[in-house]
């Protein structure tokens, strides 16, 4: 009984690519070798060279179910995972109802169960319908199945509730995780970053402070409560300062930042101001795009995570003022990066696959993210040699929204399998 991965290629300690055969049996890696025998009720998969990564984990994806079904559902959202070699994904609660009960919880886990794609992990709310002014109960969501609490999509604006969250998180051993925006700071219909581009379309801006400010303030209340607190999509060269500073304080922050603010930033925004440029928190300057990359590589910035932010293709076309904010990312997360980044020779292939699986695990001790013996079988096979672009037609996700259409990429995912079980075959 089992399967048999065969000719893959696997990173070694040096960080070289060897070909080997796997043999997973259940659930779980259980023989890494460089010949495999196939017995007879072996099932034999030939890789043909490709590479094999431990399966993707992104902690920040909106599936925008309940509520939203016509941008996503929890089905299409986890069959763009599994498309882009995410075995593990950890979705927004910024749905209507908000999930901010253990009857949503529950809900979300159970559409999870039945699309039988990737895991996804259902984060919970800090404040009822994400208003602010009232706590969860945390305790109830965590029983039931909550992965983290958040109110992503909103800032948590006043201070008393958040540090009191933190006392309440700390206590049960539950991470908080913090979408920073200070709403005091924010000019009304401002779409971009406060810099050259709305500057030279005459638009008002997003200024960095509106992110900073939350990070510095929450930073402080880590220290004093010692709860686990992330920091959502980083784009300020303000606010990874401020994480760099905190970890350097030995305070328990890490940080995620997109694939988008690490490619992209304000001056590569067209004229046309196409709402696929349109985000939250916005492309920023290129200094913070450098700011960005050189925290990624020194680990300021601990992981990588998409905000796949699914919208129709009618919201998207309302105009720059009017149309949401979001980009999707599952499936052009991998061959974006390895193309821009491990090609180019800003990281290498093994920091990638830590900054994009190993690591997002760890943080918050997750038993995924790693290609050994004895381990769960998340896998993801990428193509690393075949260029193709990026077509939004051909997205599993029902979000086209993105700004990187007609990108050429390597990357591409070949086979993804969840707990032993090929859910992806291309
Ligand atoms: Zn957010
Ligand atoms: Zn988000």
Not at 92 to 120: C, G, S, W, Y
Not at 377 to 391: G, H, R, W, Y
Request: hydrophobic fraction near 40%; proline fraction near 5%; charged fraction near 25%.
């Amino acid at each position: 009984m089992g399967i048999i991965l065969k000719n893959g290629k696997l990173l070694n300690e040096q960080g070289e690519l060897s070909i080997k055969d796997l043999l997973i049996v259940e659930n779980r890696i259980v023989k890494i070798e460089s010949n495999i025998e196939a017995e007879a009720d072996h099932e034999v998969v030939d890789l043909n060279g490709h590479f094999i990564a431990p399966g993707l984990v992104d902690v920040h994806v909106h599936f925008r179910e309940p509520g939203f079904e016509a941008k996503e559902t929890i089905e299409t959202g986890a069959h763009a995972a599994v498309a882009g070699g995410y075995t593990t994904v950890a979705c927004m609660p910024n749905t209507r109802p908000v999930i901010d009960r253990v009857e949503t919880v529950e809900f979300v886990l159970h559409k999870a169960k039945q699309a039988n794609l990737a895991r996804v992990l259902p984060y919970a709310a800090i404040t009822v319908r994400q208003l602010g002014v009232e706590h969860t109960d945390f305790a109830a969501l965590q029983q039931a199945g909550a992965f983290a609490l958040t109110d992503d999509g909103v800032g948590v604006q006043s201070t008393k509730m958040m540090v009191e969250a933190m006392q309440k998180a700390k206590a049960l051993g539950m991470s908080v995780v913090a979408h920073c925006e200070d709403n005091d700071l924010l000019p009304p219909g401002a779409a971009l970053h406060d810099g050259v581009t709305a500057a030279k379309h005459g638009l008002p801006g997003i200024p960095s402070a509106s992110e900073a400010v939350h990070v510095g303030r929450d930073i402080l209340l880590a220290e004093a409560t010692g709860v686990h607190y992330h920091v959502c999509h980083i784009s300020a060269k303000e606010s990874v300062r401020l994480v760099r500073d905190g970890k350097h304080a030995g305070i328990n922050v890490t940080t995620e930042v997109t694939p988008h603010h690490l490619l992209l930033c304000d001056e590569d925004i067209p004229d046309s101001l196409d709402p696929n440029w349109k985000m939250n928190p916005p492309l920023r300057s290129r200094e913070d795009r450098d700011a960005l990359i050189a925290g990624l590589k020194e680990g300021s910035i601990d992981i990588i995570a998409t905000d796949h932010a699914p919208h129709t293709s009618e919201e998207k076309a309302k105009g720059l003022k009017r149309a949401p904010f979001g980009i999707v990312g599952l499936e052009t997360a991998f061959p974006l990066l390895y193309t821009h980044l491990v090609e180019k020779g800003i990281l290498t292939l093994a920091e990638l696959v830590d900054k994009m699986a190993t690591k997002p695990a760890e943080l918050f001790g997750l038993p995924y993210g790693k290609v050994e013996v004895g381990a769960i079988a998340d896998l993801a096979v990428f193509d690393l040699t075949t260029e193709k672009s990026i077509n939004p037609d051909h997205f599993k996700s029902k979000g086209k929204n993105t700004p990187f259409a007609g990108w050429v990429c390597k990357g591409w995912t070949v086979l993804t399998m969840v707990d032993g079980k090929i859910v992806y075959n291309n």
